[in-house]
């Protein structure tokens, strides 16, 4: 039986907005325990920031809290419909070495999806570990992915 991410995403997703900067996006991580935040306007997702786009493009490159979150998020980000397969998501994670997909509806965020969804449910379990390998296995620096 195949199935869908609707399934298993996570719909009570927070979020953030243009509005906000990277110390506000790191206080939302702290106190919500995430590593990743999707940026929206209104419903639709125009952005991703995780911890790690606050470290590398943050802090690293000496920005400070007050900087503007669209300094430091990414807009070209892969995302998948509630009807994709969690097979069809374990490979796309696995491809691009992601651990989290937005899961949207004609552009609007409507959940989210992550190696921990897919490893947490005991019928997932072969998916979510080819995900894991494909994205634990180590690629050429051309294909290093931040999310």
């Known amino acids: 039986m195949t199935h869908s991410v609707k399934e298993l995403m996570s719909t009570d997703c927070v979020t953030a907005t243009l509005l906000d900067n990277v110390y506000e996006l790191a206080v939302l991580m702290r106190d919500h325990d995430i590593g990743f935040v999707p940026i929206v306007d209104g419903k639709k997702l ?30 070209d980000m892969k995302t998948i419909d509630a009807c994709t397969t969690v097979d069809e998501a374990s490979k796309l994670m696995a491809s691009s070495q992601i651990r989290r997909l937005p899961v949207v509806e004609n552009g609007n965020l409507v959940g989210v999806v992550s190696i921990g969804d897919l490893a947490i449910q005991d019928i997932f379990v072969d998916e979510a570990g080819e995900a894991l390998s494909g994205i634990s296995q180590q690629g050429d620096a051309s294909q ?3 999310h």
């Open 46 to 75: 125009i952005g991703i920031v995780t911890d790690r786009d606050l470290v590398i493009r943050g802090y690293a490159a000496k920005h400070s809290g007050s900087t503007a979150v669209s300094e430091v998020m990414t807009t």
């Open 144 to 146: 290093a992915a931040y």
